[in-house]
């Protein structure tokens, strides 16, 4: 099973996939894409990991999700944002390339057994992006995005903390 959750930066995606993967499993998993770019970025990474108890097993991966054996597991994926971000800077901004790459992880992970809560950033609805490098970012994640929602057997678009059902 394979559940994607989108909305903008602060809807309430995560919280929302975490109470999720806890009315699944006693025991989830926690996924985490990030990479820690700077101080202000490792309190929100703090803040997250505040949000969950003992009840979770927490992984970090950057990039490689595909090869993590999660038979049988609840997990939550937060978030294909900051993955793609990963992707995007160390392939040097080649949108194919990470277009490519992530679909292939993304391949892997979707041919375990396991319930998969996906958490993405809609990021293409807010103001147009100034830079070259920001507007090819957006319509990557555009793209990747909707190569999950078609994968996806549930979608919902999160708003203000209030969960939008889509499929």
Known sequence: M???????????KSSYAQNLALSLSDNPVYLATSRNWDADFEKRVKRHQSDRDE???????????????????????????LWLTN???????DVEAC???????????????????????EIGMGIHAQTEVGRKFTELQGWMNQFIANKADEAVFMVSGLPLKLK
Do not use: M, P
Request: net charge negative; hydrophobic share 35%; aromatic share 10%.
């Open 2 to 12: 394979i559940y994607y959750i989108s909305g903008g930066e602060r809807s309430g």
């Open 55 to 81: 009840r979770w097993e927490n992984i970090e991966e950057e990039k490689h999700i595909g090869a993590i054996d999660l038979h049988e597991k609840v997990v939550v994926v937060d978030c294909v944002t």
């Open 87 to 93: 992707w995007y800077s160390d392939l040097k901004y």
């Open 99 to 121: 277009l490519e790459s992530g679909k292939a992880e993304l391949k892997q992970l979707f041919e375990q057994d396991c319930t998969l809560i996906i958490i993405s950033n």
